[in-house]
């Protein structure tokens, strides 16, 4: 868990699930894997089984005791939404996501499926963003399956972007995040498949996050687009990383 996650698009991360498998070409050059395997190495006790899915009953509480509100994404080294997590625990989950109305949870799944299928099981306070995952034009039936969903605020994270995307129907998105892939083995993203995300959603009034354009050098890329960074959220704000920190109290 973190208290300040080096993800741009939320401030912190919790992970009462960790552990995943690949279903999909995003999956290929996962980094959760890569450091759920580094974090083994280290010894930690959340880590003992590497990447393989494990349940952490002892953190399901942890969002209660951060009394200052913050923008929380819910396990970001797992998949919530993954077939060995069990119904009964997701509920869990989401009954602390229901009683910390202070803050903002992020829910992000490749799994659109099971999310359709448990999202009548589940309850949805407006505290809770839920996303997607499309990575390639192949799986944009993701996203029609995350329109079925009972959630409030519903959001696409195109990352890794590995393919353009035609023409979309972003009724009921209220949130585009837009990323290139990094770290070893990082695949190429074209330019102009993300202009032509942004110009859709400055065409749509879609919120849209420009994440990086990766590499094996995310950082020396970095993460303009057009001479500029695009920060835009559901709520139309943004919070810098050191106002964040600020607001917080980390610093």
Avoid at 127 to 139: A, D, F, K
Avoid at 159 to 178: A, F, Q, R
Avoid at 213 to 241: A, D, I, Q
Wanted: net charge positive.
């Amino acid at each position: 868990m973190s208290e300040n996650s080096k993800i741009e698009w939320t401030e912190a991360t919790w992970n009462p699930v960790t552990g995943c498998t690949k279903i999909s070409m995003g999956c290929e050059n996962c980094y959760a894997g890569r450091m759920a395997l580094r974090l083994q190495a280290k010894g930690s006790p959340n880590y003992i089984n590497g990447f393989e899915v494990t349940l952490h009953q002892h953190i399901i509480d942890l969002p209660k005791r951060w009394k200052k509100p913050r923008v929380i994404f819910v396990n970001s080294m797992s998949d919530l939404f993954h077939e060995k997590v069990p119904i009964d625990f997701i509920q869990n989950i989401f009954q602390t996501m229901n009683e910390c109305q202070n803050h903002i949870f992020q829910v992000l799944t490749k799994r659109a499926k099971r999310l359709e299928e448990l999202s009548p099981l589940l309850s949805w306070t407006t505290n809770i963003w839920m996303g997607v995952t499309i990575e390639h034009e192949n799986y944009l039936h993701r996203m029609d399956l995350l329109k079925k969903a009972d959630a409030k605020t519903k959001f696409i994270s195109f990352e890794p972007l590995l393919s353009s995307m035609p023409e979309l129907d972003l009724n009921e998105i209220d949130w585009v995040i837009v990323g290139g892939e990094s770290g070893p083995g990082a695949r190429p993203m074209d330019q102009e498949w993300v202009i032509n995300l942004k110009n859709q959603c400055l065409s749509k009034k879609t919120p849209f996050f420009f994440k990086q354009w990766g590499g094996f050098n995310k950082k020396k890329n970095g993460r303009l687009l057009e001479g500029r960074e695009w920060n835009e959220t559901p709520n139309n704000k943004y919070v810098s990383p050191s106002e964040s920190q600020l607001a917080l109290g980390i610093v």
